[in-house]
């Protein structure tokens, strides 16, 4: 169950503190203003600790710790611009709901299946303190973000990390000199991506050593393999992809927080060395841009992305492929 997004205007109180928060700004400006790292207790029916990071875009991802049974559980949500929080765990459901006041304490209420209780919290750093300071700012998906965990970049950088659910279901490849297909993932237990396949005929499996993906290996319907080799370092990510026709090195450099800053693609048919940027706005990934070793554009490498109000990616396009991504199978 995915907690919904708070979306109440500015004015009156949903059981924060006795000076609720105001802003005169923009909304945006507002919520940059509330951002940072927040941390609280919970009592009532049940008791425990939650902390969570709220970004610059309203989103708010943490963890919540129940003290009677000893256990931990994620947290997803959203604040809006008058500092109404809205949160809980996609799992099960525990709904908080509350607001932020003058001088960044929160409280507010929580109920499940009939039972409730109250929760109160306070942030204790600002958005210029969280994550690595002089890392590009939210621009380039750095300080004031929610750290990307290197387990959620692949085997496609974005749907894996941005939104509630673990990744895709389904992705409908449309390109316009090629025939369309459609990539089906398949998921564990715990939400860990263990296969793929597509309509046209490729079948992949994913070994991992710890949260991390090893090896990817494609089997085509002629018995051809593909296969990718994963090597994780701290700031950089090196995908080694080999086929019965080429093979090609692709190189990522990381930011502080793990978000993805540029790419490098070696062979692979490539006419040349093809280098990637990737642009953010208030943490979210907007666009990647592809350029020759010459630093003339490469349009058929760049990216837009669009989401959904859930935050997930649901496209990514250039001008001559469309990618759409469909989280369908979450909801059944």
């Known amino acids: 169950m995915t907690v919904g997004v708070a979306t109440a205007c500015a004015g009156g109180d949903d059981g924060g503190g006795t000076d609720p928060y105001s802003c005169t700004e923009e909304a ?16 009532g029916d049940t008791r425990g600790t939650w902390k969570a990071t709220l970004t610059g875009a309203g989103t708010l991802q943490g963890m919540a710790h129940n003290d009677v049974i000893d256990a931990d559980f994620e947290l997803v949500g959203s604040a809006d611009e008058a500092g ?11 709904a ?15 109920s499940l299946d009939g039972h409730s209780g109250t929760f109160e919290g306070r942030r204790t750093s600002a958005l210029a303190d969280v994550g690595e300071p002089g890392a590009g700012g939210t621009g380039s998906g750095e300080p ?13 950088v974005g749907p894996f990390f941005y939104g509630p659910n673990p990744g895709p279901c389904t992705l ?31 079948e992949w499996t994913y070994t991992y050593t710890g949260d991390l993906i090893d090896i990817a290996s494609g089997l085509w319907t002629d018995g051809t393999v593909d296969t990718e080799t994963y090597t994780f370092h701290s700031d950089s990510v090196v995908v080694a992809r ?27 048919g490539a006419e ?9 706005e208030d943490c979210r990934l907007v666009a990647r841009r592809g350029y020759h070793e010459d630093g003339t554009a490469a349009a058929n490498y760049d990216l837009e992305y669009e989401y959904d109000e859930e935050g997930r990616i649901v496209r990514a396009s250039n001008v001559e492929l469309t990618m759409d991504i469909d989280y369908s199978c979450w909801s059944k």
């Open 96 to 110: 908080f709901s509350g607001r932020v006041a003058e001088d960044f304490t929160v409280a507010g209420i929580w």
């Open 144 to 156: 004031g973000c929610l750290r990307w965990p290197q387990s959620e970049l692949f085997p496609l």
């Open 242 to 268: 080999d086929t019965p026709v080429s093979s090609s090195e692709v190189t990522y450099l990381l930011g502080a927080s793990g978000y993805p800053q540029s790419v490098t693609l070696v062979g692979g």
């Open 28 to 43: 945006s400006a507002c919520l940059h203003e509330l951002a940072g790292d927040y941390v609280g207790t919970y009592s």
């Open 272 to 280: 040349d060395v093809i280098n990637m940027t990737y642009e953010y």
């Open 172 to 202: 409908a490849w449309i390109r316009w000199d090629v025939a369309d297909d459609t990539d089906h993932y398949e998921y564990d237990a715990d939400g860990r991506l263990t296969g793929s396949w597509s309509d046209l005929g490729v």
């Open 84 to 94: 109404r929080m809205v949160f809980g765990t996609s799992s099960d459901g525990n």
